[in-house]
């Protein structure tokens, strides 16, 4: 099961005894990733239970990967939106929620992926922010750790106009390290070894850090794990093409 998807039923605490009953279908499927067949039943219980946010956060999940498995770029991004606005929905009534924090964060960094590099850098601290408040929460998830690891990775890759962009952006503009990129992915690793992206993004570190022998060996693990989507796909086409040049 992939990393967004472990543990879900533990992970959201059912608030509502009156939908509960609901969720129990709804959650075998979200876990055998049928999230088309979910999509309309949980917003059948929004139209009834708008302020649920059990509700609100299972649809936050179902449009995420939905976003993540559209072969459209229109549908990617619609449903990345549609992922944010649930998870917003959610925040606002429950903002200390630390899953809804972990959602807000990971629906956040997907709607800024491809947008402009001042967007991106504006919106960096925020992430930090929540981020940091997540792993605070719920030190044993391996969720922002690999979310605090992109921030330090993307961070320290900046090009020089970038960095530029940042100072004005900034009194004190947002800085990454490779070493502290390096410590969040191992971290999540230690949580969990079943995802590729994290031995895609820890590999690309120690490149970046000249431990080229230690990549290696982690692309050669992780090009053997599930690409369910389009992001794992990457990484496991990063790590391949990486491996068949040597």
């Known amino acids: 099961m992939i990393i967004y998807l472990k543990n879900l039923i533990i992970l959201i605490t059912i608030s509502s005894l009156i939908v509960s009953q609901d969720f129990e279908d ?3 499927r979200l876990s055998n990733l049928e999230f088309e067949k979910v999509q309309l039943p949980l917003e059948q219980l ?3 239970y708008p302020q649920n946010t059990d509700i609100l956060l299972r649809l936050t999940i179902t449009h995420h990967y939905l976003s993540e498995s559209a072969m ?3 549908l990617d991004k619609k449903n990345a939106s549609k992922a944010f606005e649930y998870i917003e929905k959610a925040y606002d009534i429950e903002p200390n929620n630390p899953n809804i924090l972990k959602w807000y964060v990971i629906t956040l960094g997907k709607t800024v992926e491809e947008d402009t590099i001042r967007n991106q850098i504006e919106q960096s601290k ?3 922010s929540i981020a940091l408040k997540v792993i605070d929460l719920l030190p044993d998830d391996e969720f922002c750790y690999s979310i605090m690891g992109q921030w330090h990775y993307k961070l320290a890759d900046l090009g020089r106009a970038s960095r530029r962009l940042a100072s004005i952006l900034f009194s004190e503009p947002p800085k990454g390290s490779f070493e502290e990129a390096q ?3 191992e971290k999540s690793l230690e949580y969990n070894s079943d995802y590729i992206g994290t031995y895609y993004w820890l590999g690309k570190t120690y490149l970046k850090l000249n431990k080229e022998q230690k990549a290696i060996d982690l ?5 053997t794990l599930d690409r369910p989507f389009k992001r794992e796909e990457r990484a496991y086409q990063g790590m391949k093409s990486y491996l068949d040049k040597l």
Do not use: A, L, T
Not at 219 to 223: A, L, P
């Open 26 to 28: 709804i959650d075998i």
């Open 46 to 48: 929004h139209s009834k």
């Open 219 to 223: 692309f050669k693990v992780g090009i």
């Open 183 to 185: 410590y969040f992915f």
């Open 126 to 128: 925020n992430i930090q």
């Open 72 to 74: 459209k770029k229109s």
